[in-house]
């Protein structure tokens, strides 16, 4: 399958222990400690796969070097914010208080952008600062929707989802 057609909302059961490898393995060791764990268990309960969220996190982390492609978002890992997720007015990048929260929030994002109603307790505005209350967006099916205008309003959004989950494939087929 080509990765652009890979579905983002799907029950992809990876072994949390894989996952903790994998984004070690591809971050360079740069990413928190039990990240990985904790995004598998995340996608598990907002039926998300966890490779499209992991793909995600090193794209707007850098690979958690925080050199982030998106020149609005200000990476910075005392933010634990590994979604680019800004505030509620879209002026600011969110800062989230510990990195489990960071990790709830992303999935909660992805959750709120793909599926038409609450899938897991923190697919709620407590958890994501613009998870709004008019309602899921409910447009994001494959990783080919990050770009023009679903996720992101550029157009070579998805194609660097395409290359991050290259490699994150190969580990967690």
């Known amino acids: 399958m080509n990765a652009l057609d ?3 909302g799907v029950l992809w059961n990876g072994d949390p222990a894989l996952v903790e490898d ?3 393995t591809l971050t360079h060791g740069r990413a928190p400690v039990g990240f990985g764990r904790l995004l598998a268990r995340a996608c598990e309960d907002a039926q998300i796969d966890v490779r499209v969220a992991l793909a995600l996190a090193n794209h707007e982390t ?4 925080y050199g982030g492609t998106d020149p ?3 990476a910075n890992p005392s933010f634990r914010n590994f979604g680019g997720l800004k ?3 879209g002026k600011a ?3 989230f208080l510990t990195v489990p929260l960071g990790v709830l929030g992303l999935v909660g994002h992805l959750a709120w952008y793909a599926y038409p109603d609450h899938v897991a307790y923190f697919c709620s505005p407590l958890y994501d600062p613009r ?3 008019w309602g899921h967006r409910a447009q994001l099916r494959t990783v080919r ?3 023009n205008g679903v996720w992101n309003t550029g157009n070579t959004y998805a194609a660097a989802m395409e290359r991050h989950l290259g490699p994150i494939v190969e580990m967690l087929p």
Do not use: E
Request: cysteine-free.
């Open 6 to 8: 890979m579905p983002v």
């Open 22 to 24: 994998a984004a070690k």
């Open 62 to 65: 850098g690979r958690f070097a």
């Open 72 to 74: 609005v978002f200000s």
């Open 87 to 89: 505030t509620n007015d």
């Open 93 to 95: 990048t969110f800062r």
């Open 131 to 133: 998870h709004f209350s």
């Open 145 to 147: 929707d990050f770009g």
